[in-house]
């Protein structure tokens, strides 16, 4: 396949917004991709058929010539119409990839205006990443159907999407988030760039394997070290094989064969250990190919964020010869093991050149040009990776604001904040502010109010916040803090845990992480102060039971390097403002009753206590006829 051209990069680490709404950008672009897919399409059936009108015309020509007895003509238009037609399947090809080239790239524009319409089922919904234990990822849709990882995820490789997972997974440090923000920043204003990265790497779908393991696999000792003797034999005996062949076709008897016989005995000594290479190297072929390719892209720039600056030098830190031709020349070893897949031919090379054990010895010659190991080029790709997807993020939502990044730990302070997975036309923004530790922040509301849904606003925007995304929000400041949540426990029969139950081993953990204890020795390995998201807090007891408990924890964490959100129904657990006023404030979710007897909604958040429950009347709206 021909190589795509590469781009132009971005010059400036200033955001700079589309000059057009994203969705009329990306329709544009889908049209203008669209009619080029189709015009390559002609070009690749005209194509086609020159390369058939080449064969009929020069097979009837040497026909002819042969027929009139003009032997060296015939075999004049013969070279002379392999080399045309080597001519005309390299056009066809490159015409091939311009084409499917195309066709991506209207795919990622098809994609981004899913995306934008709030369309995310067709995407990678990142299940391998959830784990139900995690502090906060499945309670706050992280992963999963109409998840954070659907609306972010561009990534192309699995190490881009593994290191953009672990960015949602865990708060990073202040520094690394800034730095992220430049980089994205940088990029986010060349869409065009962005989908070159994206669709270089789709022509290379088989990606599934781990390039961490093929890069450990690369570590082990080389299988030539020890076999020495074996080296002379790969150039003689290859030579010797083809001279026997030749004297065998020339009539001097079967004898010179016995040369066939000796490297088809150490083809089978070493049948396990070639088999082991074909595997390694083949299931990484395709990903091989798709980091040169990017990895050109990337290359040819000028940077100015640290970020990317960074990687840049990281990619030409491979003893003066830069990544991509290192991965060029990687790729192309695959490329030689890729004739077992024909065992006619694999067997004829094998049998006449000793093929793979050639191919396993430049493999290992390979090795040894690279001064530093794989693992820093596969992981800055993938770093890359990760990052595209942000800035790919940043593009579609230009009216998204970036965090401030304070180091005042446990700070919220948002103005008109959104749900990240609600469309901006259906989702109500509200302002919130809390700040410093032992701070509580009691939600009361109707049912319906959207209560649950705010507490999952604020996480999933600190979620976003400390993986260095933009947020929904007009301003927003954050502070590092570990976002943790008791939102959706459930029944588990195979451990005969209830839901109450299963609630209360969350509260437990989230105690556990708050102690003074705990708290000094995270502070010792890096860790942070707890942001705690606790929806219908004991919703599994009785009301008298259910006031307590809250009452009590809300006591506990006061004193503790934590604040956080708590909803509930219950109005007892109010009086806590009054309790506490300087570490419990009210907040609350209201509804509305209609001249028509239905209930309205607001999703507006109220200061002070709510005093419109609707459970009745939502009973009664189900037929439920109450005295």
């Not at 971005?10 to 990306?26: G, K, Q």
């Not at 790729?331 to 897949?341: I, L, P, T």
């Not at 260095?468 to 459930?490: D, E, H, K, L, S």
Request: glycine share 6%; net charge neutral; hydrophobic share 45%.
């Amino acid at each position: 396949m021909a190589s795509p051209v590469s781009a132009a990069v971005p010059a400036s680490t200033a955001f700079r917004p589309l000059s057009i709404a994203p969705a009329e950008l990306f329709q544009e672009n889908l049209t203008h991709y669209t009619e080029r897919e189709t015009y390559f399409a002609g070009r690749h059936r005209l194509v086609a058929l020159v390369r058939l009108l080449v064969f009929g015309g020069a097979a009837a020509g040497v026909w002819r010539l042969f027929s009139q007895g003009e032997v060296a003509a015939g075999f004049v238009v013969i070279l002379v119409a392999y080399l045309v037609f080597l001519g005309l399947v390299r056009w066809h090809n490159t015409v091939g990839y311009q084409r499917e080239h195309q066709r991506l790239l209207a795919q990622l524009n098809r994609d981004e205006l899913a995306r934008l319409a709030g369309q995310l089922s067709g995407f990678d919904p990142g299940l391998r990443y959830l784990d139900a234990q995690h502090a906060y990822a499945a309670d706050l849709d992280v992963f999963g159907a109409h998840s954070l990882f659907q609306l972010l995820n561009r990534s192309t490789s699995r190490l881009g999407q593994d290191w953009l997972a672990g960015w949602l997974l865990a708060p990073s440090p202040v520094a690394a988030l800034r730095e992220r923000q430049q980089a994205t920043a940088e990029l986010a204003p060349d869409v065009a760039w962005q989908q070159e990265w994206q669709a270089r790497a789709r022509h290379y779908p088989r990606q599934e394997s781990d390039p961490r393991q093929f890069a450990a696999w690369l570590r082990e000792p080389d299988f030539f070290a020890d076999k020495s003797w074996l080296l002379p034999l790969l150039v003689l005996l290859p030579v010797a094989a083809v001279a026997a062949l030749v004297a065998a076709l020339n009539g001097f008897g079967t004898w010179p064969l016995v040369i066939l016989l000796l490297t088809s005995a150490l083809n089978a000594r070493f049948s396990g250990v070639r088999a082991e290479y074909y595997q390694h190297v083949t299931t990484m072929r395709d990903a091989l190919r798709a980091a040169h390719d990017q990895l050109s892209l990337f290359e040819a720039g000028q940077w100015q964020s640290p970020a990317l600056r960074r990687l840049h030098r990281t990619l030409h830190n491979t003893g003066g010869v830069a990544a991509a031709r290192l991965l060029e020349r990687l790729s192309g070893v695959a490329g030689w093991f890729s004739a077992r897949q024909n065992p006619a031919v694999a067997g004829l090379l094998n049998t006449v050149l000793l093929w793979d054990l050639w191919g396993m010895w430049q493999l290992e010659r390979w090795k040894r040009q690279l001064q530093h190991g794989l693992e820093p080029l596969l992981e800055a790709a993938a770093e890359l990776d990760a990052l595209v997807s942000l800035a790919a993020f940043r593009a579609a939502n230009p009216t998204f604001a970036q965090p401030e990044v304070t180091a005042a730990p446990l700070t919220v302070v948002a103005e008109a904040m959104g749900h990240p997975l609600l469309l901006a036309e259906t989702g109500v923004r509200n302002d919130f502010q809390t700040e410093g530790a032992g701070q509580t922040v009691v939600v009361t509301g109707s049912n319906m109010a959207g209560k649950s849904t705010f507490l999952r606003t604020v996480g999933l925007n600190l979620v976003l916040a400390q993986a260095g995304a933009v947020v929904p929000a007009a301003a927003f400041t954050c502070g590092p803090a570990q976002v943790y949540t008791a939102m959706r426990t459930n029944d588990n029969l195979a451990e005969s845990t209830s839901s109450f139950y299963a609630e209360l081993k969350r509260l437990r953990l989230l105690l556990d992480l708050t102690t003074p204890a705990a708290q000094a020795q995270a502070s010792e390995a890096g860790g942070l102060p707890v942001f705690y998201l606790l929806d219908e807090i004991l919703k599994g007891t009785n009301s008298e039971d259910r006031h307590r408990g809250a009452r009590a924890l809300v006591h506990q964490l006061q004193q503790r390097a934590a604040s956080g959100l708590i909803s509930t129904h219950d109005l007892e657990l109010a009086a806590l403002e009054e309790e506490l006023p300087a570490h419990v404030r009210n907040v609350s979710f209201n509804s509305f009753l209609n001249p028509d007897g239905t209930l309205y909604f607001d999703y507006r958040l109220t200061p002070g206590v709510c005093r419109s429950f609707n459970a009745s009347q939502l009973m009664r709206l189900m037929g439920i006829v109450l005295d």
